[in-house]
């Protein structure tokens, strides 16, 4: 049963300009983090991450959330998450804060997340080994399919991962060999095209074979130079990708993303405004062959269900951080399985728990394991970070969501 | 110059199942109140409106957008609000708990209220009365255009606001005869059919000719009912408005939609989920000719961009106590215009500037005067509430924007 239930609000200032791209220039990494204190002496962590300020709000409304909790028996909550997840998620006066969006949204996802944390720690294993182990209707009772209707109804979403089954033991290897990854930290914006070349050096040594860097600069010389620098050190094999965090507005994205053509770049992501959902369809057709990425910033499933109807972005980057949590993120997986796009969640070893999520994703929905981005900034903060080695993730074998932070440990 | 700034909390509970719609079965109203305290002895409110929980999280907001206006002339600030409109709603770290949208776009919409109570009490007029004084170029200088390129651009919005300048003596009389207003406290969700049926006749002697019913019921057949009790109360020439508070997937609306076609609405409000566009395109082909309106859930101008090039609403809600506030609006006003959709403000005396900005739409921008919501809960609790009289919102004369509330009385 879950008794005492505690929200930390937690900071972490970065180094060197870590971090820093067209739009967020100084970012403090932060968490507001949930912790379901369970009367067998586990708890279960989960968190939303933030910029830095206001990281208080999305811990005062996570409070707010945490309180439903209160003497739940976590397998009896998540047998049945789905009804859970409507009830806080439309709650009636917090809607009015979103619908499903902002912080009350994020404050779920923290909320979420450590339900699930916790239900894999009093299971004794780790959530991708608890997830796989579901069964598709098991799986389906933690979903909120609300909205999708049009797309992707109950009975849509069980054939889905049904469907799969017959295949799942050609995709267990993954699990010895590990998930790759790529590496965001060779390009912030505010680094130095010396250190550019150098990282990118670097992540070759490591192992990487995908890498991406930073653009959107006020002069649009300067994004072309770098990513030629990028190019021209990793070679013509190597996935480069590139970010624009939202900086363009669609006729300039037209015109840079057209310059930009000649690096070959496996991605351009985020090129505008994250609820521009016409902007990006307009612009996907208009740099054929080169495809978007984008998600990070996309609150809730319906959102992307009109990105996916849209055809507009090639890569979906959602995030169990942002959206509500771990079920909100299988939601979008299972509509981007229907719809034949490959998910790439924003955020690898500082959201932690998608080292889990995409093991799921290959060996229960079929989704491909294309690769996790890698941002190892605040991995020293947590008590089992992801392990990044010769380029791929470690499969994790620890109990729970790997969301444990040391500085809160009881 | 802006000294004190206080940012309260103020919550007015409603009595007798007012206010409850398919989705908000209980809400308390609330406002996130911004003063800003002028050295000139003035005093500039604004808010942003909530269904109670969560109010406090956005007055937190609005304290630290707050505080970059301290020391500021307020004359100097809306010279050129666009520039603070920009920093304020893309500030790097804040910027990540939206962008644009729910709690952090809710505080700014408090903020930005206040600017335009304090600018329009400096100069001694009533909200509308400032604004259709201003030149385009002084307007345009107050709003922020980003990612609107692809449709408004600076040039197109001042050459918009130019083209009704010839003809604005002709629209000057709606400021004698007052702007019409349609009555939404008819048919609350939890009203009685027998109260529904008591309101209708009641609004028709007070003067009204539009009215709106709450739908969405779990029983379609009670929304049929009771809106067929309307339109037999109200008769063929009465406007009548159905709203459903976002209750139906789209299967459902089209369905449920189809039926309500025989009391003729005049639109159909808020059908399905705020965020979906693409569902509002595909239920306004399948209901044609019934009409959509949309808006009072939709963040930021970008959404609406989206809607309004989907052709999917006839009728634009847009909410400056949801939006960025008065400048957000115009904006959105500027893109309706532009599409030729007409804009219904959400809430009229319930939002109180809303009164102002409808007259500042039909003069300066030419916007056909519809009417305007009245929803009288909150009435008494201003110093100069809206006046409803023979079913016509009585042009406001006292200075500001009409947001002072008796309880925040200096």
Known sequence: MIGKITIDDVRFPLEGNAGSDAIHRDPIYSYAVTRLHDDSGLTG??????????????????????????DKDIEEVMANFSDLF????????????????????????????????????????????????????????????????????????????????????????????????????IGWFNYSDELVRENCKKALAEGFTAMKLKVGSADPERDIRRAHIVREVAGPDVKVMLDANQQWNLPQAIEICNKLKSINPYWIEEPTHPDDVNAHATLAKAIAPVKL???????????????????????????????????????????CKKFGIPVVPHVGDMGQLHQH????????????????????????????????IGGVYKTPQVPGSSCDLLVLKD
Chains 1, 2 share one sequence.
Not at 159 to 168: S, V
Not at 298 to 304: D, E, G, L
Not at 316 to 334: C, H, N, P, W
Request: glycine share 8%.
């Open 357 to 388: 999520l995409v093991l799921f994703n290959h060996i229960a929905m079929g989704h491909e394991a294309l690769f996790l981005e890698h941002i190892p900034h605040l991995q020293k903060h947590f008590v089992n970070p992801a392990q990044i």
């Open 45 to 70: 962590t989960g968190f939303a991450f933030t910029l830095g300020e206001g990281n208080n709000l999305v811990c005062k409304a996570a409070e707010y959330y945490g309180r439903q909790l209160q």
């Open 293 to 335: 990425a984008l998600g990070e910033h996309v609150p809730n499933k319906i959102i992307f269900k009109n990105y996916l109807q849209s055809g507009s972005a090639a890569f979906m980057q959602v995030d169990a951080v942002r959206v509500g949590g771990v079920s909100e993120f299988i939601t979008v997986s299972l509509l």
């Open 86 to 185: 409507k009830q806080l998620s439309n709650d009636q006066q917090f809607r009015w804060l979103g619908p499903h969006k902002g912080i009350v949204h994020l404050a779920l996802a923290s909320v979420t997340n450590a339900c699930y944390d916790l239900w894999a720690k009093k299971r004794g294993v780790p959530l991708w080994k608890l997830l796989i182990d579901l069964s598709p209707q098991q799986i389906v009772n933690t979903l909120d399919l609300s909205y999708l209707e049009d797309e992707l109804t109950v009975g849509q979403a069980l054939d889905l991962l049904k469907a799969q089954q017959p295949t799942r033991a050609e995709r267990m290897p993954i699990l010895a060999q590990g998930y790759p990854g790529y590496d965001t930290s």
